[in-house]
């Protein structure tokens, strides 16, 4: 996708690490991700641009918004992410004006006032980084819950492990955090009021410029600046006092960690607090007004001198909940989840089952289409600028490439294995460079499941092994399973059915001589065993028929699927791949 991460900020604050780090990641998964922000220090992949939202006169947001405009049409932004509240409110109304879906995530506590209450400026989506923080929008702003998502502070988790207590002849008592505004105030008072400069070393690591009232401190306490090697820093102190990503990054390296922040003091993290740490981001966030009892940090900070490091569960709480893949797992999904929902658009998987090339082959269930008719259904398909996709294309899980930029993708499944799918639809395939999923029976030569029926079907061959390897061996077919005689799972105890997906499965892959990704219910019926079975065997995907979310991501193992029948011409199939059919049908 193309995603523009936009920020509000002067100096190094900890939504600009988030939206980098995420940002990141965005790019090496093969995103394009633009950043649009005052200042930009962290390093970053993608390309700046400069907006200095913290100019927040009327003109000016008039202007912030048409740039915004503009960067939205001239880089076919499919997505905007926000970080601040300057910039949400801009990117809001350049979302409105241009139809882009938006998430903002919400990285402390937001003004409360009737205006705000109105106009919430967060776009599709809101992700507070904490509980506490999604609490004071449900109550103070009446953000509905439905709109909300708490997504936590993505980690490098690989970056930060446990290291061996310092041997420093003084206690090091290490402070990470800006010398601005409510963080400066906090590391103001530590310094004057808790901290004894003659029984520790304390160093101050942060980003911002001295200021006149830190003057005072500077022959007692060794004010280090900025770093980027932090997990160095961090190994190096006895005890470090910080907040949000630097308390759980501090954690991550087993260092004993006193999470103080805006907001409150949670204490000395362990297993104990942990989770109230999380849930108000290890201090920074709580109620309006500071709530930190100062006399007591003494206290804590030798308690936290008194060991050399922070437990191994406190730590694997910490990368259970922030590593950055899992945190970049989910903003996928819930780019997924707007970029549909707000469009009412998502990438056909339409349903073939037979081919035939005369009318004498013609029968009574399952539903078939004239060659010819498949001809020009692909044709149509070639001029509308279709590319196809199958389930061993997204076969590492990531269905967000379907929603690649610039490209339109559709995905054609054909049931059952019949051996006019070699002999018919194979050639057509190859004629327009497309490719198909065809999902085989295997304990039948024949359609048994239809011609065994008070209402008689006459036999149709199903593939045999070398027909199916031929099929597979294409380059335009992938192989999935479709259980071995083709029942209704649902009728099936647990065992039966698992006789039939996993034997089915182990036939199919001795004969393609490759793992399957995918799997179609005979009929589209299952129940939960089913998609339970499907997937602790090994398959990656599943298929129903005309159940399942409309949303393809939502439900890897309940995939709804479009039927095509014997009377859907060029114009029939044209308005069920538009991208809006479900959607539309689902509304009637």
């Given at each position: 996708m193309n995603i523009l991460m936009a920020l509000s900020q002067l100096e190094v604050t900890?939504?600009?690490?988030?939206?980098?780090?995420?940002?990141?990641?965005?790019?090496?998964?093969?995103?394009?991700?633009?950043?649009?922000?005052?200042?930009?220090?962290?390093?970053?992949?993608?390309?700046?641009?400069?907006?200095?939202?913290?100019?927040?006169?009327?003109?000016?947001?008039?202007?912030?918004?048409?740039?915004?405009?503009?960067?939205?049409?001239?880089?076919?932004?499919?997505l905007?992410?926000?970080?601040?509240?300057?910039?949400?409110?801009?990117?809001?109304?350049?979302?409105?004006?241009?139809?882009?879906?938006?998430?903002?995530?919400?990285?402390?506590r937001q003004p409360v006032h009737a205006s705000r209450k109105k106009f919430h400026a967060m776009g599709d989506k809101a992700l507070p980084v904490c509980e506490a923080i999604r609490d004071q929008l449900q109550n103070e702003l009446d953000v509905p819950l439905e709109q909300m998502e708490v997504s936590r502070n993505g980690i490098e988790t690989d970056r930060f492990q446990k290291t061996s207590a310092p041997a420093n002849p003084k206690p090091v008592v290490t402070?990470?955090?800006?010398?601005?505004?409510?963080?400066?105030?906090?590391?103001?008072?530590?310094?004057?009021?808790?901290?004894?400069a003659t029984k520790y070393d304390i160093r101050v690591v942060t980003g911002s410029e001295m200021t006149e009232r830190f003057e005072q401190f500077t022959s007692t306490v060794n004010f280090v600046g900025y770093t980027n090697d932090v997990p160095k820093m961090l190994s190096e102190a006895d005890l470090v006092i910080g907040a949000g990503r630097v308390a759980m990054e501090s954690l991550l390296c087993g260092r004993p960690t006193l999470a103080v922040g805006e907001a409150s003091c949670v204490g000395i993290v362990d297993e104990t607090n942990v989770a109230e740490a999380m849930a108000c981001n290890f201090g920074d966030i709580g109620a309006k007004e500071m709530n930190i009892?100062?006399?007591?940090?003494?206290?804590?900070?030798?308690?936290?001198?008194?060991?050399?490091?922070?437990?191994?569960?406190?730590?694997?709480?910490?990368?259970?909940?922030?590593?950055?893949?899992?945190?970049?797992?989910?903003?996928?999904?819930?780019?997924?989840?707007?970029?549909?929902?707000?469009?009412?658009?998502?990438?056909?998987?339409?349903?073939?089952?037979?081919?035939?090339?005369?009318?004498?082959?013609?029968?009574?269930?399952?539903?078939?289409?004239?060659?010819?008719?498949?001809?020009?259904?692909?044709?149509?398909?070639?001029k509308q600028g279709f590319e196809t996709l199958t389930f061993e294309d997204l076969a590492d899980g990531r269905t967000i490439r379907r929603l690649e930029p610039g490209k339109r993708y559709i995905m054609i499944t054909v049931d059952d294995g019949y051996v006019d799918n070699l002999e018919l639809m194979l050639p057509v395939l190859k004629k327009y460079g497309f490719k198909a999923t065809v999902y085989?029976?295997?304990?039948?030569?024949?359609?048994?499941?239809?011609?065994?029926?008070?209402?008689?079907?006459?036999?149709?061959?199903?593939?045999?092994a070398e027909q199916v390897r031929e099929l597979s061996d294409s380059g335009y077919v992938e192989i999935g399973g479709h259980t071995l005689t083709h029942p209704r799972l649902s009728t099936l105890s647990y065992e039966q059915q698992r006789h039939e997906i996993e034997n089915n499965k182990k036939e199919l892959?001795?004969?393609?001589?490759?793992?399957?990704?995918?799997?179609?219910?005979?009929?589209?019926?299952h129940n939960e065993e089913s998609k339970q079975l499907a997937e602790s065997l090994g398959y990656a995907y599943a298929v129903a028929t005309d159940s399942g979310p409309l949303k393809f991501h939502q439900d890897r193992f309940q995939i709804r699927r479009i039927a095509v029948f014997p009377k859907t011409d060029v114009f029939g199939l044209w308005r069920k791949v538009r991208g809006n059919y479900l959607f539309r049908k689902m509304k009637k």
């Open positions: 900890g939504a600009e690490v988030y939206a980098t780090t995420v940002g990141n990641e965005l790019t090496a998964r093969g995103h394009n991700v633009f950043y649009v922000s005052d200042t930009l220090t962290k390093p970053h992949d993608g390309e700046f641009f400069s907006l200095r939202f913290n100019k927040r006169s009327v003109p000016r947001r008039f202007w912030h918004v048409g740039y915004l405009v503009y960067l939205i049409k001239k880089h076919n932004i499919q905007v992410h926000a970080h601040s509240r300057a910039s949400s409110w801009s990117c809001h109304v350049a979302c409105k004006i241009t139809g882009t879906p938006m998430v903002t995530t919400v990285h402390g402070i990470v955090g800006r010398l601005t505004g409510p963080k400066g105030d906090l590391c103001y008072r530590l310094l004057d009021e808790c901290l004894d009892d100062f006399s007591t940090i003494a206290a804590l900070v030798e308690k936290g001198l008194s060991t050399p490091h922070c437990s191994d569960a406190t730590s694997q709480v910490i990368r259970d909940n922030y590593t950055l893949t899992n945190i970049v797992d989910q903003v996928e999904r819930v780019y997924q989840d707007i970029y549909v929902e707000k469009l009412r658009r998502e990438m056909p998987v339409i349903m073939y089952h037979r081919f035939i090339d005369n009318d004498e082959d013609k029968n009574v269930f399952a539903p078939y289409i004239h060659i010819d008719m498949f001809d020009k259904h692909l044709a149509m398909l070639k085989v029976v295997t304990g039948e030569t024949f359609n048994r499941w239809d011609v065994e029926t008070e209402q008689k079907e006459r036999e149709l061959d199903i593939m045999n892959e001795a004969i393609i001589g490759k793992p399957m990704v995918s799997f179609a219910y005979p009929y589209g019926d």
